[in-house]
């Protein structure tokens, strides 16, 4: 029962609307994947691994790899950077690759930033791996054809060292699969936007804590948000808390090597009727910020 739920969410995710946003606990490590604005926000060249098992133990449940890097150039005045994701859900494979691009403008104490986003999705079905008790069908011998659909962003995002504020509606274009080709088209009615939103406070000089928030909203689906609390200490260890609304609560853990490489780590717990399927979500983020040879790079980024 459980194969042929996943089977029917996959088809349905496929063939009916070919468009659906990834989730992750340690977004605030990995906001260009949902905000092109965020591009070149860290000043300086910065690469970003996050790898996501979620529900372990649920058969054909969600597996994501994303890679991103972004750099301010001309100046710090634009900012450029790339996305890529491999998914799998069920059946269904998924891979996208998407560059972003970033107006930064010198606001007050910080910088506002506008930003664009373009690329393409690939997506196929390796239909070999359903479970068919019919011997022999054909239906079922080999993987849809591979299509690849475009796709495009946009989204705001200000930031200072102490705070930010972002909103994203990321992929905007709804790719939709009939037989050997993709129909693209804009929809209105399809849109999911993204609204983010952190603060460091210093408590004393070796405690600071870091409350974020994400909002993500889209017609006919409930408003989701997701609340979570950071405790960084001596600005090298943290230790964290997340809620996401019907969902599920995450522990959170990390360590600030140096000023440039920073390794995280999540853990959610199941809190839907899915919860009795799983043993939870793992999710593991790599971030490394290169140096300058003309900037001081001396203090760990918070956001």
């Not at 300086?44 to 649920?58: D, I, N």
């Not at 990321?170 to 999911?192: E, I, Q, Y």
Request: aromatic share 14%.
């Amino acid at each position: 029962m459980r194969k042929i739920i996943i089977l029917l969410f996959s088809f349905n995710a496929m063939f009916v609307k070919a468009q659906f946003d990834p989730q992750f606990t340690q977004y605030m490590y990995n906001e260009s994947f949902i905000n092109p604005a965020y591009a070149g926000a860290h000043d300086a060249l910065s690469m970003t691994g996050l790898a996501r098992k979620q529900w372990v133990g649920f058969a054909g449940a969600p597996t994501n790899v994303t890679f991103s890097a972004h750099t301010p150039i001309a100046n710090d005045k634009l900012g450029i950077g790339i996305n890529f994701m491999n998914e799998s859900i069920g059946i269904m494979y998924r891979n996208m690759a998407m560059v972003n691009l970033a107006y930064r403008l010198k606001l007050g104490e910080g910088k506002l930033c506008f930003g664009l986003q373009a690329g393409a999705t690939g997506f196929t079905e390796r239909l070999s791996q359903v479970t068919n008790i019919q011997a022999n069908d054909n239906n079922f011998t080999q993987s849809t054809p591979l299509l690849f659909g475009p796709n495009l962003g946009g989204g705001l995002y200000y930031y200072t060292k102490k705070w930010y504020v972002g909103f994203s509606a990321p992929r905007m274009l709804v790719n939709t699969s009939l037989s050997n080709a993709v129909s693209t088209k804009f929809a209105a009615s399809s849109l999911s936007y993204f609204l983010t939103a952190g603060y460091v406070f210093t408590i004393n000089y070796d405690l600071k804590l870091k409350p974020t928030i994400m909002i993500k909203a889209a017609q006919g689906a409930p408003i989701q948000p997701e609340v979570n609390l950071h405790a960084i200490v001596k600005d090298v260890f943290w230790i964290g808390a997340a809620y996401r609304h019907n969902d599920c609560v995450a522990a959170l853990v990390g360590l600030q090597a140096n000023a440039q490489f920073r390794i995280g780590y999540s853990y959610d717990f199941t809190l839907s009727k899915l919860q009795k399927y799983n043993s939870g979500s793992h999710e593991i983020m790599l971030n490394y910020i290169f140096k300058y040879k003309n900037k001081n790079f001396t203090s760990p980024r918070f956001f």
